[in-house]
């Protein structure tokens, strides 16, 4: 009986250490396979954001200075000449970069109907600007450009009387050595400083449009009177070249003296422009359909002191074929340019 109790109590050990082994081992699933605990998993640390260097803001890069061709070489092969020059007034003074100093073509021209200044360029440039400081002008004046001296000379604009004496003004791109500056013998002409500017892309230079040509350019022009001598013809009213010029003769006082411009056609009108060379009476502007029909009167305008910006004619509203300048005579006066624009 002891015998038996001790195996009894020794089996019950046995099974006992076994319960226990089993137990911390983690038990057994449904299916009797033993069942692992997971790991726990490790936090992620989120990484780091990198910090965005700001861009930086790009400068906008500067308008080039204009380049002045009297400097690309220090003046050294830039040349002037004139045909006239008054005592120590020499041309070269024209160019010298000194505003202090001047070219003077006073008095009349030997040989000439013009006074004339020729600016040698030294090489071919591309020119798009020129600016020029007058001591005194009193006349419209052409400028004229060449890259053969011993060739033809190309006409580059007329330029009326500056109200100021400083201008400057773009033109067209234009190839050239030698520029010429024209006018009349017949007033003072006097530069202190000419500049010529490179052309550059972001010059702009207005071309003609349909909004602002000329519809009397060329056109016929007809008088009742005589011409003071035959370079001052009526067609020079309406060439588009503002260095020429129609003078009558002046007549008597009870004459009456016009000039009239046929465009060709009937338009509708925007405004009438005159340049005068002298206006030294009261005048009339007269619009008409026809040759023969009545003319209708749209400006009185007066005697003018100061000629040198074009006189304005609002014509809005007109229509017409004909225009007509009218006037009393005896007394001096004479016209540069007649232009018309349409509406």
Not at 76 to 98: R, T
Request: net charge negative; glycine share 6%; hydrophobic share 35%.
């Amino acid at each position: 009986m002891k015998k038996f109790m001790r195996k009894t109590i020794a089996v019950f050990i046995v099974l006992l250490i076994s319960i226990s082994c089993f137990a911390a081992c983690g038990g057994n699933d449904t299916e009797g396979n033993a069942t692992n605990k997971p790991a726990p998993s490790a936090t992620v640390k989120p990484s780091a954001t990198p910090t965005t260097e700001p861009t930086a803001t790009p400068e906008s890069t500067p308008t080039p200075e204009p380049v002045k061709v009297n400097d690309l070489t220090d003046g050294e092969n830039v040349k002037a000449e004139a045909n006239i020059e008054q005592d120590d007034y020499l041309a070269e003074l024209a160019i010298d970069n000194d505003d202090t100093t001047r070219w003077s073509g006073a008095g009349d021209a030997i040989d000439s109907e013009w006074k004339e200044i020729t600016i040698d360029l030294g090489a071919e440039y591309k020119i798009g600007e020129i600016s020029i400081f007058w001591e005194s002008i009193s006349n419209p004046y052409k400028i004229y450009y060449t890259s053969d001296k011993t060739g033809e000379w190309k006409d580059l604009m007329s330029r009326p009387v500056p109200a100021d004496l400083y201008e400057e003004f773009l033109i067209p791109a234009t190839t050239a050595r030698y520029i010429k500056l024209s006018s009349s013998d017949t007033g003072f002409f006097s530069i202190y400083e000419i500049e010529i500017i490179e052309h550059r892309e972001d010059m702009k230079y207005e071309e003609d449009t349909d909004e602002n040509v000329n519809i009397a350019l060329n056109k016929t022009v007809t008088t009742n009177t005589r011409i003071e001598n035959d370079t001052l013809g009526t067609e020079n009213a309406t060439d588009g070249d503002i260095s020429t010029r129609w003078a009558p003769m002046p007549g008597k006082p009870d004459d009456t003296i016009f000039i009239t411009v046929d465009l060709g056609q009937k338009y509708n009108l925007s405004s009438i422009e005159i340049l005068f060379e002298s206006c030294q009476s009261d005048f009339i502007i007269e619009v008409c359909d026809t040759a023969e029909g009545e003319y209708k009167v749209i400006e009185e305008g007066l005697a003018l002191v100061s000629t040198a910006e074009p006189y304005v004619i609002d014509a809005e509203g007109e229509s017409a074929q004909f225009i007509r300048y009218r006037r009393q005579g005896g007394v001096w006066g004479s016209i540069f340019e007649i232009v018309v624009y349409a509406a």
